[in-house]
């Protein structure tokens, strides 16, 4: 028979290595370049601001619909501030024309800046109708002339009554040596 070898003493619990399932050469081979750089104890790469904002489709839709928006509402602003308004000698005059009872009635609102110089003194404005066709012209032209003042107030308004018919209107506005012209349609 042969001889039987005395077992091998295990070592106790505490003293045996932990046994681990995977390595961490495969765990950074599937992770990220970022967290891989990290690892390496090198910078990680930084994603630029469109790269986040176009990295799924609903950023972008979102990016565009707010790009949208902006445009829309700026273009609208712009469009109401040059057909109502214009500067004259540093003050702002918002126009608008309204019809009361049959009668065309032109409403100026004039607001000074805060600082600066500004205009005041005898405003003088010359309003005609836009003609429906170039082919009908009338003898005389039909222009209407009123003379409005500028005073030192920050704020003033002026309602100047129109003697004629039409929707479209062609507003002339002379202020010493300044002269600004507007075209304004009757507000419904």
Do not use: W
């Not at 839709?61 to 509402?73: K, P, W």
């Amino acid at each position: 028979m042969d001889p039987v070898e005395p077992a091998a003493e295990s070592p106790p619990e505490e003293a045996r290595d932990p046994v681990f399932h995977y390595s961490r050469e495969r765990r950074l081979r599937n992770a990220s370049s970022m967290v891989r750089a990290m690892n390496e104890g090198g910078e990680p790469q930084r994603q630029g601001l469109l790269k986040k904002l176009f990295v799924t489709r609903g950023n972008a839709l979102f990016f565009a619909c707010i790009i949208l928006i902006s445009f829309v509402f700026l273009m609208t602003n712009h469009y109401i501030s040059r057909n109502r308004g214009l500067t004259l000698g540093g003050n702002f005059l918002t126009l608008v024309i309204v019809r009361e009872e049959g009668t065309g009635i032109l409403n100026i609102n004039k607001t000074a800046p805060r600082r600066g110089e500004v205009y005041l003194g005898a405003v003088d404005i010359s309003v005609s109708p836009e003609l429906s066709s170039p082919e009908i012209r009338p003898e005389t032209p039909t222009v209407f002339q009123h003379r409005i003042v500028f005073g030192p107030a920050a704020s003033e308004f002026f309602r100047v009554s129109l003697p004629f018919e039409g929707d479209d209107f062609f507003i002339s506005f002379r202020a010493g040596d300044e002269t600004r012209s507007l075209r304004v349609r009757v507000n419904p």
